[in-house]
């Protein structure tokens, strides 16, 4: 079992977690990849996307472009003010997220797929409808899976109504979707209009941590994932995600140093899960 218990980095390059934790990147090139032996052969293969860059990632990104020999602890409250930036509810790709995830079309010539699954967030789902996957694979399912979503940071991890949703894409399946699908805190179901709700989230985040979602929860949910996958009948299957997401998912203990993979914009890296690990492959 590996020991998660730290607070990771994200989303953009170089990550916005970086600068905000004082954390160096994870040295994922230690974690060299493997090959399955023959009689795993018949473990399915998971190839994990993460989503183009977002109106979010350029955001943070501006901010430290403009604030470069800032100490730490004012970048870190600048930086907490675009997570809390109303306008970035559940945001969209940039121009050139777009372009990253269009480029991502090459890789459908010649990947088989059986299933696609993203996280119900606007920034996943434009990202797998730019790459060209739903028009390479007409005929596969692509499902909404809420426990791929991201770790709840900031506003831009608040997502929309199951009904919206599968109003706005009705090709896509979002069946398997609660309300509300993303981390909630409170007993009550009921969400509200995002902003006053966002006021009430803000109240639970720990003093220390800009994350709201708990660790435990965090963790518990990829656990879970995974497990899904694996119960999952098909055999090749694609998801569309997030950077923390992965970096756990992915994550191993290496001499006592947690070591996840660091995604970039458009990143995709494929492997297969074995006795609860992501083991790369390719």
């Known amino acids: 079992i590996v020991d998660r218990n730290r607070t990771v980095s994200r989303r953009s390059k170089p990550s916005s977690r970086t600068t905000l934790i004082c954390e160096q990147q994870n040295p994922w090139h230690r974690f060299q990849r493997q090959d399955v032996m023959s009689e795993q052969a018949s473990v399915r293969k998971v190839h994990l996307i993460r989503h183009g860059e977002s109106m979010y990632n350029d955001s943070k990104d501006q901010v430290r ?3 470069v ?3 730490d602890v004012a970048l870190a409250k600048l930086l907490l003010k675009v997570d809390d930036d109303l306008n970035l509810l559940d945001c969209t790709l940039t121009s050139k ?3 990253q995830a269009k480029a991502l079309s090459s890789r459908w010539k010649d990947m088989k797929v059986d299933l696609i699954v993203f996280s119900p967030l606007r920034r996943s789902i434009e990202t797998m409808i730019y790459s060209g996957i739903l028009d390479a694979y ?6 909404a899976n809420h426990m791929c979503t991201e770790r709840l940071e900031g506003t831009c991890d608040l997502g929309r109504d199951p009904i919206q949703l599968q109003k706005d894409h009705p090709s896509l399946d979002f069946s398997i979707l609660p309300h509300p699908w993303w981390y909630h805190p409170f007993e009550e179901v009921s969400v509200g209009d995002s902003a006053s709700y966002w006021g009430r ?4 985040r720990p003093a220390d941590d800009p994350y709201i979602e708990l660790v435990p929860y965090f963790h518990d949910r990829i656990n879970k994932f995974k497990q899904w996958i694996q119960d999952r009948p098909e055999k090749n299957i694609v998801v569309f995600g997030h950077h923390d997401f992965f970096f756990q998912m992915t994550a191993h ?5 947690i070591v996840g993979k660091s995604l ?3 990143e995709m890296i494929s492997g297969r899960i ?3 690990q992501f083991i790369w492959t390719e």
């Open 65 to 67: 472009s403009a604030n």
């Open 201 to 204: 989230l803000i109240q639970v």
């Open 274 to 276: 074995i006795e609860d």
């Open 97 to 99: 997220g777009i372009q």
């Open 264 to 266: 970039k914009n458009a």
């Open 253 to 257: 203990n290496v001499d006592g140093e």
């Open 69 to 71: 020999g800032s100490d």
């Open 138 to 143: 007409p005929s596969i399912r692509a499902i």
